[in-house]
Every structure is written in structure tokens, then in C-alpha cells.
């Protein structure tokens, strides 16, 4: 694959103004941002955020990262329940999804994430809800740099979802609505130390 | 399609208000919005790259068509080339029924409105729902989408309600926010229940099989995630060599399309993945189908002309600026809309239909400006009338006009006197009011400028003189400035004067022959052309002025590219071409020498940007410039840059559209405030005082010579609009 050195993700970018940037862009398009120090951090926001979202049923998409957030766990901990049977159903009646995503991209507020496996897609999708986690370490600055970043992984994953934002139309009347189909809420906690999604 | 039909739909569009102020309002906005999602972003340095990466691939097409197919079945996929419309039609009935499959989801795809999928499933007894909520309210009310990206934008909050509640049968409030709440309820059992899911593609990707698709309302994903068997119908122009190529084309898809930095979703599949389906049952991999969509675009890759509109990344921002698609919408094409669709109909859908279509374009040439993939749509457009009349022939009396009159430049001057005889009984203070007969519509809603008794041409012995000459200037005159307003001309002649140049205006000149290329006579332009270069041969001046934009353009652009294949005539071309200059641009040069003699003008002015002097000479601080050195109070109109909607003999042919345009002209006129509107072109001046004239409104119109002229200490007097 042709590549351009200089285009590749810049370790060395300053982080803070990355994560500035992505929030301004994000919370622009309507998403909402967090950011904690680390897991156990992470872990007791999300119990403060199912409880305050009122969440009855969360349906999780399983990840490295989910993992070590221990998040059936927290979710228990919320007096919420982790839904089961197949992935439709998981994901369908939940009121919340939760899924890890491997990228951020500041210049646009987007989460990016390898979504071949069902799960991946479904919790995202199918309840009204969506909260997505993911490591400080992967902001980048520009969509080139995730998509050379990509491209240099020699083999592109099947099923890749970038994603900006909650679900949105303005089909009627150009007046802009959220939730069509989507999740109407986008909630995402960055995580500084001990994330290690795609690692 | 019949020129009295397209008239019929033209009017009928116009009398849609709902319409026109939905699609006015949203360009309006759109130009602002876009302009702000273009920040810190070189929009010329991407469309140049988007242009390249495009035009490579539809050079070598096939060869992409090959590696995608090989890619994307290593990854799983099965890849299906359809040569026509019919074969992707009959390759998707045959797989819906081989399964037993009776209902399709589908995301927007305009490749599927183009091979009128929906009408063909039907007639095979399957149901294909439109989930993108635009589709679907076009679906449910038996349309078709008037717009690209905004399907929907026709239609009113209260219509969508009536379409909604014959759909639930129960009655539905026109509240935005509960009808999409409902449109979500209603499409998500139908993603739950379907074993078929259909969707297009923005982008595919030759080296690694990958299909892009942007969505904002995340239908997309659910059509691509839920139902087991996914198809994807891609046309071949979709194709870019590389995955990083992406790039680019996601910069500007959404910033044009919807002035969004990026989609909500972007989708990027590469070969089938798993899937869960109606049942519960894990599929390891999905039933992944790609049908590779010809039906007209290899035909069209061969061409060496119109090759370049697969450059398109269908953006609709073409669409988004047109004067003419913000009145009639949907009428503005066929499956595809504006100019960018005016081509596209001429090779993927109805060839009859864009023989008359493309004759709604204005030719204000506002939509290169923004073409995301750096296209000359009004080259490309203007390619098409040529072909139609090459083909088609014109009328006889047209025919007469172009190719006998205007190009015998006796006959046509001699005519002109005539016609100025003629017109006496009509003319009152300088203005035709109302015309006779089948000339009447010329008239609506705008007085005419009568035709001048005396031409510029016969005036020229007695223009002012410079006391010492410091150079020579030729000055084409165009046929406005000789027989409508030698007022301008004799205005130029002033100001030069006063700078020290002497005008020269060489008798062999005639019209600069933009009429018959506008309407496809490419035969007569060049003749017009040869005429004119060997009239400025014989005259020894070091600049050819002229005070019309649209003679300029030809003069300095078009004649050039109309010879280059004649090895006698392209070099003559480009001597002329090289010394033409407009009047604006000119004495901005040369202003210091002419500000001491001014007396200050101290009127409140505003200025039109006359589109092919904005557009094609790239000429606008100069003129605004100049005003403000003769001492006017400057004020700008808005929105800034609207089209007068003059377009030579467009005002002829599509008299109502002409008028609607002038119509927010003048709005933004009055709403300046100013006294005088000052303009480079006597086209527009001509537009834009006789839609003033008419509503009686005493704001005067000139040309910027005319009003420098009239600012120079011993002033010949400058008429307002009057020809002598």
C-alpha cells in the first residue's frame, strides 16, 4: 500500500490539545465527553451514569477494554441488568449499549471502531442509548491520519464504523432532530491511564 | 419530454411557493454554513486532488472494476457486473425470490433510483421500504426525491403528516420531532423482520474491495447489519484506486453536501462479515452481493469530453447554487437533479429528456465555483447544446438568425436600424413598456431598453480625446454597448480620455458571438471569432478593452479554447486574447492618474456582481474600488452574488424563470438602501433597470464607466438607462 510517512499519527502531538479539540468538535455535534485518570475511575462513572440515565437493561459489546472495566460489574452495581440471548436480542431491549472504541479523531469529534463483530454494531445501533469508551492514547488529530493509520494495517477490517455524534435528520424541513434510527444520546469517557483497547 | 412540457413544468414549479422558499431559504443558509465548514481547509487544494484521483480512475475504469471484483470476492463478497440497468434489476428479483425473500430494506441510493428499482420490484410482487426518512415520505407519497442529499426538501411539515397518517391509518400531528419518533418505530420492525437489505455507495475502493457510505441517520448501518443477505449497488465512477484516496473525497462529500465536517456515520465494509438474522441464527459471514453498475458510464469514461463529469462525488453542491434548481427543483433534471444531473441524464437515464433540461441553465456558471470535484459543468452543459443541435438541428427561423444574420455583420447592423424604426410606436422615455404578441412575455414584469437611434458605432468621430495621448486602447464595443447603451461606450471613451489613452474602435468588429455558442452553434461562434481577431489585427493598440463581461470571457477565454485545434487561428486567438482586458480592471491600474480630477460622487451605491465578471475574469474589489474612489458611499446587498437572471437569450426563451430570479435580485436591491446600483455589464443593466423600471422604483442603474465619466470634472452628461 502506498504510504506517506510524514501523514502517519504523530505520537508526539500534544495530547491535551487533541483531547480540547475533539471535545469542542464533539460536544458541538451533540455528543457528551468525560474524561477520568483511570479504570477504577472509569468504572464509577459509568455506575453514576447508568444510574443518573435511568437505565433498566444494558447490553454490552465484549472488548479488551470492557473487560478490565469489569463492566457487568458495574453495571450490576448500578441496579441495572447486563441483557442476554443473541445479539439482536442483547442489544434490542436494552435502553443502553456500551461498546470500547479503538480511535478518536479530534479535527471532526469522532470515535472510530473495528465493528465486525455483531455485538460491535448492534449496542451501538439499537438502543436509544450509546456509551463508548476509549484510551486518551488514541486521539489523533485529522481523519488522513486514522485513515492512513488504517491503511497501514496492511488488512482493513471488515466492518469499520466512524462514528460523529448522535443519529440526526433534517429530511423535514431542513429542522434538525435527533434519534432517527440511531442512538438519540452519545455519551463517551475517555480513559488517560491503563485503557488498552487495541493494544 | 416537449419544450412546451418542460415550459408547463417550469410554470407549475414557479406557482409552488412552498418550494421555492424551501429550496431559497436552504441555499441561502447552505453558502454561509459551507463557507464556515471549509475553515482551515484548502477546498481548491482538495477538489484539485479529488479531480485527480477521480480522473485516473476513470481512465482506467475497467482495470479497477477487475481488482475491486478480485478483492472483494477474496474477501467474501460476490461481485455481479451489470452491463444495463435491466441486468442489476433482474440479478436482484432473481435473488430475492431464489430465497423466498418477500421484503427489502433499502438505504438511499441514487444507483437504484436511477435503474428504477423500487417500480420493478413492485412489479415482481416484492416490497423494497426506503428507510432513509426522506425516501420513504418521497416512497409513501408514490414521488420521486427532488434533491440528492435532501430527497424530501419539497415538502412541508404538514404534508408529511397527511402521508403519515394514511400510512398508520390514524391521524398524525405535523410535529417534526413525534413524526420522526414515529417513522422510527414504524422502519425499526421492518430492519427487525427483513432477510434483504439493499444499500449504494459513496466510495469503493479497488485495492482492498471496500465500499464508504455516509449516513447521518444511521439507517444505513442498520440496512448493512441486520437482514443476512446484503446487496450494494455501486456504479462504476464510485471506483478510486486506493483506500487512502478515501481521504479527500470524505473532506468534501459532507462539507459541500451539508456543510457537516463529516457524516454522523461513516460505514466502511470490506467483504461480508457476520450476521445475526431474523431467527437468531449467527452467520459466520453474511450473504454479501455488489453489483458493479455500468449502464452508461464506460460510454461515458470513452468520451473525451464528458469523462470529466465521473469526476463528480455527488455532493449536489451544484444543485445547492443554481438560481434555476432554487425555483423549479426536481423539473431541473430527471433521477439526477441540476447541472451536475443534466449530464448524468443525458448518459444514465433519459438522453430525450436532457436535449430539453439542459436548456434551463442560466449559464451564470456559479456551480464550477463549487464543484467538489472541480468540473466545468457550464463547459460540459454548453457540450451538450452543441450536440443536440449538431444532432437535432434548430428551428428554421433560429437558424436564419445565427447563421445568416449575425454572422453578416451588414445585414445584422442593418437590421438593428430597422428594428430601432420599428419599435417607435412601443417606446416611451427610452423603454419598451409592453411588447405585441408573441414577444409579450419579454416584457413581463420588465421594460426593455429601446434600441438606440443613433449606434455607438456611428458616434465614434465624435468621442472625447485625450489633450496629450500617452497610449492606445481598442475597445470592443459587443453589441449592448453599440446599439443599447453607446452611452457606456462614449462614458469609456471619457474616462480614458482623461487618463491620457486614446480609443481606437476597429470597424471589422462585431458580435462576440456568446449567443450562437449559447445556443449550440458552434459554426457561427467561430466565424464571429475569426471575424473579430482579424478586425484587432489591423489596429496597432497595446490593450483591447471591453466594457461587457460575457464579451470579455469570450474574447479572452473562449476563443482561444474554440481554435486551438487550428494551427493558423490559435495563435491569432491567443495574441488577442492575451491583450484583452474589462474596463474595471483596466483603469484600476491606472486610478491614481484619474483620482485628482474627481468630484465626489457621494451617493449611497451598491454593486452587482455580474456573474461572468465575478466568475470568469475574477474581477470584484476592482470596480467596488474604483466606486469608492469617486467618492460613492459603498453598500453591499444580500446575499451578495445572486444572479440577475438575464442570460442573454434565456430571458427569450424562459421569460418566467428570468423574471422569478430578477425577482431576489431586486429584493436584495431595495434592501441595500442604495440610490445608484453600479454594475460592469450592460446585460445585467439592462435586467436590472427594467425590472426597477417597471415596479417604478427610481433607483438608478449604471455601468461603473458611466458613473466615473459622469464624476470627471467637465462632465458629459450621463442619462440614466437611456440610449442617447
Known amino acids: 500500500m502506498a504510504l506517506n510517512k510524514e501523514l502517519l499519527p504523530d505520537r508526539n502531538r500534544n495530547l491535551e490539545q487533541l483531547y480540547e479539540e475533539f471535545v469542542t468538535r464533539a460536544r458541538a455535534l451533540g455528543t457528551e465527553v468525560y474524561r477520568v485518570s483511570d479504570l477504577a475511575k472509569a468504572r464509577e462513572l459509568v455506575v453514576k451514569l447508568v444510574r443518573e440515565m435511568g437505565a433498566r437493561k444494558v447490553a454490552l459489546a465484549e472488548s479488551p477494554l470492557v473487560t478490565a472495566l469489569d463492566l457487568a460489574a458495574a453495571v450490576a452495581g448500578a441496579g441495572a441488568e447486563v441483557t442476554g440471548g443473541n445479539p439482536r436480542e442483547r442489544a434490542g431491549a436494552a435502553d443502553l449499549g456500551i461498546s470500547s472504541f479503538e480511535m478518536a479523531i479530534a479535527e471532526t469529534g469522532t470515535l472510530v471502531q473495528d465493528a465486525t463483530e455483531i455485538d460491535q454494531r448492534l449496542v451501538s445501533m439499537l438502543p436509544p442509548a450509546h456509551l463508548a469508551v476509549v484510551s486518551t492514547r488514541r486521539l489523533v488529530g485529522t481523519l488522513m491520519e486514522a485513515i492512513y493509520s488504517l491503511a497501514a494495517r496492511g488488512q482493513i477490517p471488515g466492518y469499520l464504523a466512524f462514528i460523529s455524534g448522535p443519529s440526526r435528520t433534517a429530511d423535514i424541513e431542513r429542522v434538525l432532530t435527533i434519534g432517527v434510527h440511531g442512538p438519540g444520546r452519545v455519551v463517551v469517557i475517555f480513559i488517560d491511564e491503563g485503557g488498552c483497547a487495541g493494544e | ?724
Open chain 2, 1 to 724: 419530454m416537449s419544450k412546451a412540457a418542460l415550459r408547463q413544468a417550469t410554470r407549475e414549479a414557479l406557482a409552488n411557493t412552498s418550494v421555492c422558499s424551501a429550496l431559497g431559504k436552504f441555499a441561502d443558509n447552505y453558502v454561509i454554513a459551507r463557507e464556515q465548514a471549509y475553515r482551515h481547509k484548502d477546498f481548491e487544494g482538495l477538489r484539485r486532488e479529488v479531480a485527480r484521483i477521480k480522473r485516473e480512475a476513470a481512465e482506467r475504469m475497467e482495470e479497477l472494476a477487475i481488482q475491486f471484483s478480485r478483492e472483494a470476492t477474496r474477501r467474501g463478497a460476490t461481485v455481479f457486473r451489470a452491463a444495463t440497468a435491466q441486468d442489476a434489476r433482474e440479478y436482484i428479483a432473481r435473488l430475492a425470490k431464489s430465497k423466498d425473500i418477500k421484503t427489502i430494506v433499502k438505504s438511499k441510493s441514487m444507483a437504484s433510483e436511477e435503474i428504477h428499482l423500487n417500480e420493478y420490484l413492485k412489479e415482481q410482487g416484492l416490497e423494497a421500504v426506503e428507510t432513509d426518512l426522506g425516501e420513504w415520505i418521497i416512497q409513501l407519497a408514490c414521488q420521486r426525491p427532488s434533491h440528492m442529499v435532501m430527497p424530501a426538501i419539497h415538502m412541508s411539515r404538514n404534508e408529511v403528516a397527511e402521508i403519515f397518517s394514511r400510512e398508520i391509518k390514524e391521524p398524525v400531528e405535523p410535529d417534526i420531532s413525534s413524526m420522526v419518533k414515529l417513522a422510527r418505530r414504524e422502519l425499526r420492525k421492518k430492519f427487525l423482520s427483513s432477510w434483504m437489505g439493499i444499500s449504494g455507495a459513496n466510495i469503493a475502493v479497488a485495492e482492498t474491495g471496500t465500499i464508504v457510505m455516509v449516513t447521518n441517520e444511521g439507517n444505513g448501518r442498520l440496512t448493512t447489519t441486520l437482514p443476512p443477505v446484503h446487496v450494494i449497488i455501486v456504479g462504476l465512477e464510485k471506483l478510486v484506486p486506493r483506500f487512502t484516496d478515501i481521504v479527500p473525497i470524505l473532506e468534501v462529500l459532507p462539507r459541500s453536501a451539508t456543510a457537516q465536517h463529516i457524516t454522523t456515520y461513516v460505514t466502511m465494509i470490506t467483504g461480508a462479515v457476520p450476521a445475526v438474522d431474523p431467527n437468531g441464527n449467527y452467520h459466520e459471514q453474511k450473504e454479501l452481493h455488489i453489483i458493479l453498475l455500468d449502464n452508461g458510464r464506460t460510454r461515458m469514461a470513452g468520451d473525451p469530453v464528458f469523462r470529466e463529469a465521473l469526476q463528480c462525488v455527488r455532493c449536489a453542491a451544484c444543485l445547492n447554487v443554481c438560481p434555476i434548481y432554487q425555483l423549479v427543483g426536481g423539473v431541473f433534471g430527471d433521477v439526477y437533479t441540476g447541472g451536475i444531473g443534466t449530464v448524468l441524464t443525458a448518459f444514465f437515464t433519459d438522453p430525450q429528456k436532457a436535449q430539453q433540461v439542459q436548456n434551463l441553465c442560466l449559464g451564470c456558471e456559479r456551480c464550477r465555483d463549487y464543484c467538489s470535484g472541480n468540473i466545468d459543468l457550464p463547459g460540459l452543459i454548453g457540450e451538450l447544446r452543441r450536440r443536440t443541435v449538431e444532432k437535432e438541428g434548430m428551428s428554421y427561423v433560429q437558424r436564419v438568425i445565427f447563421e445568416k444574420v449575425l454572422v453578416n455583420r451588414r445585414v445584422f447592423h442593418k437590421l438593428l436600424k430597422a428594428a430601432s424604426r420599428l419599435q417607435k410606436p412601443f417606446t416611451r422615455e427610452g423603454k419598451i413598456r409592453h411588447l405585441p404578441l408573441f414577444l409579450a412575455g419579454l416584457t413581463e414584469g420588465r421594460s426593455l431598453p429601446a434600441i438606440a437611434e443613433i449606434p455607438f458605432r456611428e458616434r465614434v468621430d465624435k468621442l472625447p480625446r485625450p489633450g496629450r495621448v500617452v497610449d492606445r486602447v481598442a475597445f470592443f464595443s459587443g453589441c449592448l454597448v453599440d446599439f443599447v447603451y453607446p452611452g457606456i461606450g462614449e462614458s469609456v471613451a471619457k474616462v480614458l480620455a482623461s487618463l491620457g489613452f486614446e480609443m481606437l474602435c476597429p470597424e471589422g468588429q462585431t458580435c462576440c458571438g456568446y449567443p450562437a455558442r449559447q445556443v449550440g452553434l458552434t459554426n457561427s461562434f467561430t466565424e464571429l471569432a475569426r471575424q473579430n481577431i482579424a478586425a484587432f489585427e489591423n489596429i496597432n493598440a497595446r490593450y483591447v478593452l471591453t466594457a461587457c463581461p460575457t464579451c470579455a470571457e469570450a474574447l479572452k477565454f473562449l476563443y482561444p479554447q474554440l481554435l486551438a485545434d487550428d494551427p493558423v487561428w490559435s495563435k491569432r486567438a491567443r495574441w488577442l486574447a492575451e491583450k484583452v482586458t474589462d474596463f474595471s480592471s483596466f483603469v484600476f491600474a491606472h486610478r491614481e492618474k484619474l483620482v485628482p480630477f474627481m468630484i465626489p460622487l457621494k451617493q449611497k451605491v451598491t454593486y452587482h456582481d455580474s456573474c461572468h465578471l465575478k466568475r470568469r475574469l475574477r474581477v470584484t474589489g476592482e470596480p467596488r474600488q474604483l466606486l469608492i474612489d469617486a467618492g460613492a458611499e459603498l453598500v453591499e446587498m444580500t446575499p451578495a452574488a445572486l444572479c440577475c437572471g438575464f442570460g442573454g437569450s434565456y430571458s427569450i426563451k424562459f421569460p418566467e424563470l428570468s423574471r422569478s430570479v430578477l425577482d431576489r435580485k431586486l429584493q436584495a436591491v431595495l434592501g441595500s438602501g442604495a440610490e445608484v446600483v453600479a454594475l460592469d455589464c450592460p446585460g445585467c443593466q439592462m435586467q436590472i433597470s427594467g425590472g426597477l423600471d417597471h415596479e417604478r422604483r427610481p433607483i438608478r442603474v449604471m455601468h461603473t464607466a458611466e458613473i466615473l465619466a459622469s464624476c470627471i470634472a467637465g462632465t458629459v452628461q450621463v442619462q440614466d438607462g437611456k440610449n442617447n
